[in-house]
């Protein structure tokens, strides 16, 4: 996502004529957008993408099971 952030910002840039970046060659402006594409390809084929929404699915179980047993008073049994 960083990567593609970047190359917008380079291509408003170029666009607006900014600075030193309105001197570049537009072919500059299609490598950030071509690692982009290239990033995002590797990481669906390599199941990365997959992992991390897994991931952030799993700590959200967690959480919500870890609240309801503590509004359910079943939380962690203290020695008395």
């Not at 991931?55 to 079943?74: C, N, P, Q, T, V």
Request: proline fraction near 5%; aromatic fraction near 18%.
């Amino acid at each position: 996502m960083y990567l593609l952030g970047l190359s917008i910002l380079l291509l408003a840039l170029k666009f607006f004529a900014v600075g030193p970046v309105a001197d570049w060659p537009w072919w500059w402006f299609a490598i950030p957008f071509g690692l982009t594409a290239a990033w995002w390809s590797w990481a669906d084929y390599s199941g990365y993408t997959k992992r991390k929404v897994m991931e952030k699915e799993d700590a959200r179980k967690a959480s919500r099971i870890a609240r309801e047993k503590e509004r359910l008073g079943l939380g962690p049994k203290h020695r008395r």
